[in-house]
């Protein structure tokens, strides 16, 4: 690309081989970088933009520098409007920029605007479309990508794999890249983070006794790295694994310890997500502190609905407020919140958000004397759940369904229920 580049500028500038290499260069090397034979030095593309009286950044990128100007501005725009949670607005500027001709030549800059256009995408909730986007940017020429930015991808995908409820795409996805299939791990910050992803996958697919030898793995590497960023990774999905195999004041200890790192510089996304997921598992663990839990989750829903978290964190956040209203027997409250999280969920794109938005909504209803509207929810919820993986998470909320219809006196369907929470834990 170069070496056209070159040959078009000499024949404008209307000058031979020759007559551009005199004195510095012979004609035979002027001739082999045209051709692609040779890649010429940093110095020697300077003194070539010098004689052909053109900018250093056209002869390497084959754009101007007003050119290049202009689509760094355009992806600072799109990043601030990630940044800020105006999702729409961010996916439609990132869409723009890879519309641009002059951005193909220039790999780094296009991996840029095809990350963020899969993270806006994800935002969205459209996970497909993210997957595909992500699994291209994958596949791209590696030699343009930092080890940083092949983690990042990773992580995107893993965890756009995990929301899907395709639990063995995420595990391949992680296991790939932190390397756990060949040998173990040369552990750095961004490889903690994929790890605590893959953490998260073996919980929600119920492999506790993977996750907890994993944990204990990913908290001696953040420990040997001493990083807040690691740390934070570490404690928050060890947390989840220690809640999800019964020690919940173990799980408070861990998620404390990473609430309290990532609130001196963490990231504004994530510190809204870890708060979100503090606040519920306070309310799991310690179900008096159920003001403090609904408070937190009201505080964290502001900063995620500010921030890039997507629509998926956001409906979570509103289902947590939704439980704490009703463990402070506040029905109404809570209908609100989960009616707001079921619409928000209704996209189809996650059927696990969407069966247990319409679960917590259906307790609502069922709190308010709704009975009828109460039993559309939970049958709802048990439709949804039908087409989710057959997990440990799974088996609660068809264990919540079968606990609600017996209150209701629909013996059937509680007793069809409880078959399948049972089924979910293969019994």
């Not at 840029?112 to 992500?134: K, M, S, V």
């Not at 893993?158 to 296991?175: I, P, S």
């Not at 490889?191 to 006794?209: A, C, K, N, P, Q």
């Not at 989840?240 to 404390?256: T, V």
Request: charged fraction near 25%.
């Amino acid at each position: 690309m170069v070496g056209e580049r070159i040959k078009l500028i000499r024949r404008q500038r209307g000058l031979s081989q020759a007559q551009l290499a005199h004195p510095e260069l012979s004609d035979s090397y002027v001739s082999l970088i045209e051709s692609g034979k040779r890649t010429p030095t940093p110095a020697v593309l300077e003194l070539l933009a010098q004689k052909l009286d053109c900018s250093l950044t056209y002869l390497v990128n084959g754009v101007t520098a007003e050119q290049m100007e202009e689509l760094e501005l355009g992806l600072r725009f799109a990043r601030l409007a990630l940044e800020n949670g105006d999702l729409t607005e961010a996916r439609r500027l990132y869409a723009e920029l890879l519309q641009e001709n002059s951005l193909a030549g220039l790999a780094s800059l296009w991996q840029d605007a095809q990350y963020g256009y899969a993270l806006a995408t994800e935002a969205c909730g459209d996970l497909p479309t993210a997957i595909a986007l992500l699994t291209t940017l994958r596949q791209a020429d590696t030699e343009a990508q930092s080890p940083e930015r092949r983690v990042q991808i990773a992580i995107a995908l893993c965890r756009c794999y995990r929301d899907l409820g395709d639990f063995q795409a995420a595990v391949h996805a992680g296991e790939d890249m932190v390397g756990l299939a060949t040998s173990r791990p040369d552990w750095s910050d961004g490889l903690v983070e994929l790890g605590s992803t893959l953490l998260s996958v073996y919980i929600e697919r119920g492999d506790l006794l993977r996750a907890r030898q994993f944990a204990g793995e990913l908290l001696a590497a953040a420990e040997v790295l001493g990083s807040p960023r690691s740390i934070v990774a570490a404690c928050w999905n060890a947390a989840m694994a220690a809640d999800a195999l019964g020690s919940g004041e173990e799980a408070m200890s861990l998620i404390e310890r990473a609430l309290a790192v990532h609130s001196e510089n963490g990231e504004p996304r994530n510190l809204a997500r870890l708060r979100s997921a503090y606040a519920k598992l306070l309310l799991r663990v310690r179900g008096a502190e159920a003001l403090a839990a609904r408070d937190l989750s009201a505080r964290a829903l502001r900063e995620l609905k500010e921030s890039s978290a997507g629509t998926a964190s956001i409906a979570r956040c509103e289902l947590n407020i939704a439980r704490a209203e009703m463990a402070l027997g506040n029905p109404d409250q809570a209908a609100e919140h989960a009616l707001t999280a079921r619409d928000m969920a209704a996209d189809g794109t996650s059927a696990a958000l969407l069966a247990e938005a319409r679960l917590v909504l259906g307790q609502a209803y069922w709190l308010q004397r709704r009975d009828e509207e109460s039993l559309t929810e939970l049958a709802g919820s048990a439709a949804s759940l039908e087409g989710v993986p057959q997990t440990r998470k799974t088996a609660e909320s068809w264990l919540a369904v079968a606990e609600v219809r017996e209150r209701m006196g629909e013996r059937g369907e509680s007793i069809a229920a409880y078959e399948r929470a049972l089924a979910c834990v293969g019994l």
